[in-house]
C-alpha cells in the first residue's frame, strides 16, 4: 500500500467530503479521487460511500481506517527519531483553541514553537470546544485547550488553567465605572448568548441553577464577533472571556464588568488540554503540550488550576 494513499483515505474518511479533505491536503480533487480509487482497486474493496452529502467509510473502510491511522502514526514516530539523531523534533500537530483563548496565546505559541521546533509544523484550528472533542475522537486534532472538560472514554483530559468570564456591555459616556456585579442580579438582565452546546453558555447556566436563578435570554447567536456587534447596538448584554474583547476593532465602545460567585471572588471558568486516548501522543506533540503550558501560566491564570 501507499502511504500516500492511505494518508488521503484517511483524510477523506476523517473529514466526510473529497472536496473538503483536498483542501486539507492542498491537492487537486480529481487526484485525490484517483488515488483513493487505486486503493481501492489494489484491496477489492469498496472503501469509502459516495453520495450526494460527502463520503462515509464502508464496512471494509472502517476497518482500514483504525489501520490506516496507526500505519501513518508509527511513520511519524520514525520520522521523528530520525529527526532526533539530527538534534531536533519533527513532524506535524494540529492544536485546537477557543477563539478568546487564540487571541491570547496563538502569536507567543507560534513564536516560541518556531524557535524550539524549527523542523515541526504547527497547525492551529479556532473551534468550540464541543466540536474541537468530537475533532479529537476522529483524528483531526492532535490535542486541543477546551474550556470546562469533563472526563469521556475517548479523550485524556488535564487541567490547563482557568478564565476570566466576564459581562460585556455598551458604553456610554455618562455611565460611571461599574462594580462588579453578583449572579443573582446577572439573572435579571438580558443577554444575548451562544447556543447550546457552548462551554461557557453552559457553565454559566450551571453557576446561575447554583443560586436559584436561569438567564434571561435576549438573543442566541453563535460567534464572538457577531455577539459583540448586538452587544454595541444594544440588543443586550453578554458573558464572554475577559480575552474575547482582544484585538476588537473598538474596544471602546464595550465596558467590562466583573461578575462574582457567591463567595465573593471573580468568576472562572476552568480550562483544559484533551488528547485522543485512541492514539498515542507522540514526542513532537508532547513538546507542543508542553509550550501550551508555559504559554498558559504567563497570559492566564494557571496559579488558579
Known amino acids: 500500500m501507499d502511504l500516500r494513499q492511505l ?11 473529497f472536496t473538503r479533505a483536498a483542501l486539507a491536503l492542498n491537492v487537486a480533487q480529481p487526484a485525490l479521487s484517483r488515488q ?33 491511522r496507526g500505519i501513518l502514526h508509527q511513520v511519524e514516530r520514525a520520522r521523528e527519531e530520525l529527526a532526533r539523531l539530527r538534534g531536533g523534533l519533527a513532524g ?6 477557543p477563539p478568546s483563548v487564540a487571541r491570547v496565546l496563538a502569536v507567543p505559541l507560534v513564536h516560541d514553537f518556531h524557535q524550539q521546533l524549527p523542523e515541526a509544523r504547527l497547525a492551529i484550528t479556532e473551534a468550540l470546544s464541543a ?26 483530559i488535564a487541567r490547563l488553567a482557568s478564565d476570566e468570564l466576564v459581562l460585556v456591555r455598551h458604553r456610554t459616556d455618562i455611565a460611571p465605572p461599574l462594580q462588579a456585579i453578583h449572579l443573582p442580579e446577572l439573572a435579571r438582565l438580558p443577554l444575548i448568548i451562544p447556543s447550546r452546546p457552548n462551554a461557557i453558555r453552559i457553565y454559566m447556566e450551571a453557576q446561575l441553577a447554583a443560586v436559584g436563578c436561569e438567564p434571561d435570554i435576549a438573543l442566541e447567536i453563535d460567534g464572538v464577533a457577531a455577539i459583540l456587534d448586538l452587544v454595541e447596538g444594544e440588543a443586550g448584554c453578554a458573558i464572554l472571556s475577559r480575552h474575547a ?18 463567595d465573593g471572588k471573580p468568576l472562572r ?25 508555559q504559554q498558559a501560566r504567563r497570559f ?4 488558579a488550576s
Open 245 to 262: 474583547l482582544t484585538g476588537v476593532a473598538r474596544p471602546e465602545a464595550f465596558s467590562l464588568q466583573g461578575i462574582l460567585t457567591v
Open 131 to 156: 466540536s474541537m472533542q468530537e475533532q479529537l475522537v476522529s483524528g483531526r486534532l492532535d490535542l486541543a485547550v477546551l474550556y470546562n472538560a469533563h472526563p469521556v472514554p475517548d479523550l485524556e
Open 36 to 68: 483513493v480509487r487505486l486503493l481501492e482497486v489494489e484491496l477489492r474493496h469498496n472503501l469509502l460511500q459516495r453520495n450526494g452529502r460527502g463520503a462515509a467509510p464502508t464496512e471494509a473502510g472502517q476497518l482500514l481506517l483504525e489501520h490506516a
Open 300 to 303: 492566564l491564570d494557571a496559579a
Open 7 to 17: 494518508e488521503y483515505f484517511v483524510r477523506v474518511a476523517e473529514l466526510g467530503s
Open 269 to 293: 471558568i476552568p480550562l483544559h488540554t484533551a488528547v485522543s486516548a485512541r492514539r498515542p501522543t507522540t514526542s513532537t506533540q508532547r513538546a507542543v503540550l508542553a509550550l501550551v503550558r
Open 92 to 97: 506535524r500537530v494540529t492544536l485546537g483553541l
